[in-house]
């Protein structure tokens, strides 16, 4: 069991580093410099060898090989081997004879690569620790090998390599954290992208430096407070709209109710009445969303049972159909699971919810063979699950993502028979948000279902 677990990590590490080398600008520029060193460090110490031990070979020849002559000479021929032993424990040298009377080798010297036996030279096993330098043969048939000692130097490569791979990782590390500050504004940028997109205005990104990214930095504050300040002019513009709008409504409302019941009248008032409630529903979605989309209106929670609220709204909704439309020829299909449990809820904001949901439904069953539905019964995991079926022609898939938008519609015309002014699925979308629901638009095929799930802990953000 512990080998899986094994690769499991590997498999994570790996994972990270390819994500980190892929998705990480710090990372890439180290890895850039560290393999720009090593091309620089390998082409240099290539070409100086190469130009220097040209060089040096055709100068220093002459000098060695009228040294190894000296060197042999000393020894003597027939070869002394006590003259051997003092050269080669005096200088850094491996001294090796063989030959018909004499074989004898110094300690510093690796296994013979040649004996002689019989009057032939044998060939042995090479030597891998010393470097042959060159031989030379007495007048007697001797062979003296001459290598340089390196057992003096053995460990040095090894030392030299810890000390190489120790100065590496010291600049990779001093290059990874000048990286990581000279790239820090590019966090600070990402972060303030981050708190603008979610309508965090009111800490603008750090300048830490001047040059060119403290500019990008500069640009995007300036840029983020233009936006602040249009977004406050356009909040400020509808409400104050929304609320100059509430007085004349009322009035009008008021004045046609106490219109009197005289012939032909009636019809009118009604046709009237129900404009001047899609005006003040229209001016309540304006302001709810304006409160909602800024996320600080404040959810007055209480316990609620849904079932019975949608009951009360699809009456309500029934009811101000015109006579023969959808609403009324065909009624809404509610089913209900009983014994549903009361969750907290806005109570106002969650009949806005169904009221929209059940208007969007009503406005495209109008020539569909079957009325709308709403479905309510308990989720999953906890909660309740809310949806909302028309059985008209429904969307393109294209368009799917873009109704919950504001003021976005399908129906290019605009005709508020058919469509309203797209504020409706929006309004829902904000409500779903605020209690912490789940919010689902797919094609039913015939028609749209909207869903929403709401959790055991709604109205908890």
Same mark, same amino acid.
């Given at each position: 069991m512990?080998?899986p677990?094994? $690769?499991?990590?590997?498999?994570?590490w790996?994972?990270?580093?390819?994500h980190?080398l892929?998705?990480?600008?710090?990372?890439?520029?180290?890895?850039?410099f560290?393999?720009? $060193?090593?091309?620089?460090?390998?082409?240099?110490?290539?070409?100086?060898?190469?130009?220097?031990g040209?060089?040096?070979?055709?100068a220093?020849?002459?000098?060695?090989?009228?040294?190894?002559?000296r060197?042999?000479? @000393?020894? &003597?021929?027939?070869?002394s081997v006590e003259? $051997?032993?003092?050269?080669?424990?005096r200088?850094?040298?491996?001294?090796?004879?063989?030959?018909?009377?004499?074989?004898w080798?110094?300690?510093?010297a690796?296994?013979?690569?040649?004996?002689?036996?019989?009057?032939?030279?044998?060939?042995?096993?090479?030597g891998l620790?010393?470097a042959p330098l060159l031989?030379?043969?007495?007048a007697?048939g001797?062979?003296?090998?001459?290598?340089?000692?390196?057992?003096?130097w053995?460990?040095?490569?090894?030392?030299v390599?810890?000390?190489t791979l $120790?100065?590496?990782?010291?600049l990779?590390?001093?290059?990874?954290?000048?990286?990581?500050?000279?790239?820090?504004?590019?966090?600070?940028?990402?972060?303030?992208a981050?708190?603008? &997109?979610?309508?965090?205005?009111?800490q603008?990104?750090?300048?830490?430096?001047?040059?060119?990214l &403290?500019?990008?930095?500069?640009?995007?504050?300036?840029?983020?407070?233009?936006?602040?300040?249009?977004?406050?002019?356009?909040r400020?513009?509808l409400?104050?709209?929304?609320h100059?709008?509430?007085?004349?409504?009322?009035?009008?409302?008021?004045?046609?109710?106490?219109?009197?019941?005289?012939p032909?009248?009636?019809?009118?008032?009604?046709?009237?009445?129900?404009?001047?409630?899609?005006?003040? @529903?229209?001016v309540?979605d304006l302001?709810e969303s304006?409160?909602?989309?800024?996320?600080h209106?404040?959810?007055?929670?209480?316990?609620?049972?849904?079932?019975?609220l949608?009951?009360?709204?699809a009456?309500?909704?029934?009811?101000?159909?015109?006579?023969?439309?959808?609403g009324?020829?065909?009624?809404?299909?509610?089913?209900?699971?009983p014994?549903?449990?009361a969750?907290?809820?806005?109570?106002?904001?969650?009949?806005?919810?169904v009221?929209?949901?059940?208007?969007?439904?009503?406005?495209h069953s109008?020539?569909?063979p079957?009325p709308?539905e709403?479905?309510?019964g308990?989720?999953?995991?906890?909660?309740?699950?809310?949806?909302?079926?028309?059985?008209?022609?429904?969307?393109?898939?294209d368009?799917?993502?873009?109704l919950?938008?504001?003021?976005?519609?399908?129906?290019?015309?605009?005709?508020?028979a058919?469509?309203?002014?797209?504020?409706?699925?929006y309004?829902?979308?904000?409500v779903?948000?605020?209690?912490?629901? @789940?919010?689902r638009?797919?094609?039913?095929?015939?028609?749209?279902e909207?869903?929403? &799930?709401l959790?055991a802990?709604?109205g908890?953000?």
């Open positions: 512990a080998e677990v094994r $690769a499991g990590r590997h498999g994570r790996h994972h990270r580093a390819r980190a892929g998705h990480s600008l710090r990372v890439r520029l180290v890895v850039l560290l393999l720009l $060193a090593l091309a620089t460090t390998v082409a240099f110490v290539g070409g100086m060898q190469k130009a220097l040209v060089g040096w070979r055709n220093a020849r002459p000098l060695v090989m009228d040294y190894v002559d060197l042999a000479a @000393d020894i &003597g021929s027939p070869p003259r $051997a032993r003092a050269l080669s424990e200088l850094p040298l491996s001294v090796r004879i063989s030959g018909p009377l004499v074989n080798q110094s300690d510093n690796p296994p013979a690569r040649h004996s002689y036996e019989r009057g032939r030279w044998l060939r042995g096993p090479p620790d010393d031989s030379r043969t007495t007697d001797h062979r003296l090998d001459f290598g340089l000692s390196l057992s003096a053995q460990n040095q490569p090894r030392r390599g810890w000390i $120790a100065v590496l990782l010291a990779t590390a001093v290059a990874y954290l000048y990286v990581r500050r000279l790239l820090r504004p590019l966090d600070d940028i990402r972060d303030g981050q708190r603008f &997109g979610a309508g965090e205005f009111g603008p990104i750090p300048i830490r430096r001047r040059d060119e &403290g500019v990008l930095a500069q640009g995007i504050n300036t840029m983020a407070h233009d936006l602040h300040q249009m977004l406050d002019a356009k400020a513009l409400l104050a709209i929304s100059e709008l509430r007085s004349p409504l009322t009035r009008a409302r008021l004045n046609t109710e106490l219109l009197p019941d005289l032909g009248v009636q019809a009118p008032r009604d046709a009237l009445l129900r404009d001047l409630a899609a005006m003040r @529903d229209l309540t302001l304006e409160r909602l989309g800024q996320g209106a404040a959810l007055h929670l209480e316990a609620t049972d849904l079932g019975e949608a009951r009360e709204v009456r309500e909704v029934a009811a101000g159909q015109p006579a023969g439309g959808a009324q020829g065909t009624g809404i299909e509610l089913h209900i699971a014994g549903l449990p969750l907290m809820l806005d109570r106002t904001r969650m009949r806005l919810l009221r929209n949901l059940l208007d969007n439904a009503l406005r109008a020539q569909a079957l709308p709403l479905h309510l308990p989720a999953e995991r906890g909660g309740l699950t809310l949806s909302v079926r028309d059985h008209g022609p429904g969307v393109p898939e368009q799917l993502p873009h919950a938008e504001p003021f976005y519609r399908p129906d290019v015309a605009r005709e508020r058919t469509g309203g002014v797209g504020l409706g699925l309004l829902c979308r904000l779903a948000q605020a209690h912490g629901a @789940d919010w638009v797919r094609n039913a095929e015939p028609g749209l909207v869903r929403v &799930g959790r802990e709604a908890r953000r």
